[in-house]
């Protein structure tokens, strides 16, 4: 990570969520943490995910209490869910939620897994050190439901709502928002994509249009046309 002048308005704090798979990947990824820290551009740091997952690697539980990361532990869910609901998107979203009810409320949030985030860092450098963080427009009588942008890598065009949910950042009020439990009856009549979830269910609720849309259209048969436009 550059140089770049840190941020003074706005505090940020990372969420890191999911099992723990591959040691040397965790490491990688909390050591980078620990760099942005150290070097000011975030508060804090924590790691969210199952009971008994942090005993999969030797020591860490201490190395985690020396680095000052705060683990957060959660009953694994039954894969029965995932006769009713999206178990991905329900893992990681129960995770997410759990990692937020333990950091402030005022502060932006850098959400990233334990796998595959470390080249997806880099992108969000600007995002994390920019003190003036960008508020969504207003479009005629469509207020935002978020009080700030939320930053992600790509969106979807064909695959509508999808992104990478690998890494997001946003505010801590609008993330919450991004982690719903009500989407059974779209998960199970249009097995929805799962990348789009995060950033699909925050305006289901304010916008029964959309619901009653993705209720009644094929979510990947318009994937597929909107591909061969």
Known sequence: MGEKEINKKHKVWAVVCGAVRQEFELYSILSYLCEY?????????VLSTWVGEADNVKNLREKLKFLDIKLVET?????????????????????LLNGLKNI???????????????KFFKYFDDVICNPNPLKPNSYGDFRSIFEYKVAVIGFGI?????S?????????LDVLKMCSFNLTQLT???RLMPDCLFFLSPFLSEFQILKSFFI??????LAKSLKEL
């Open 37 to 45: 820290r150290s070097k000011g551009y975030i508060e804090g740091i």
């Open 75 to 95: 009953p694994p869910l039954s894969e029965e869910i995932g006769r009713y609901a999206n178990l991905n998107y329900t893992r990681q979203a129960l995770q």
């Open 104 to 118: 402030p409320d005022d502060v932006f949030v850098l959400k990233c897994r334990t796998d595959f985030c470390m």
């Open 158 to 162: 064909s695959h509508s709502f999808a």
């Open 164 to 172: 990478v949910d690998i890494c997001f950042f946003g505010y801590k």
């Open 188 to 190: 199970i009549e249009n």
């Open 216 to 221: 009644r259209i094929n979510y990947w048969e």
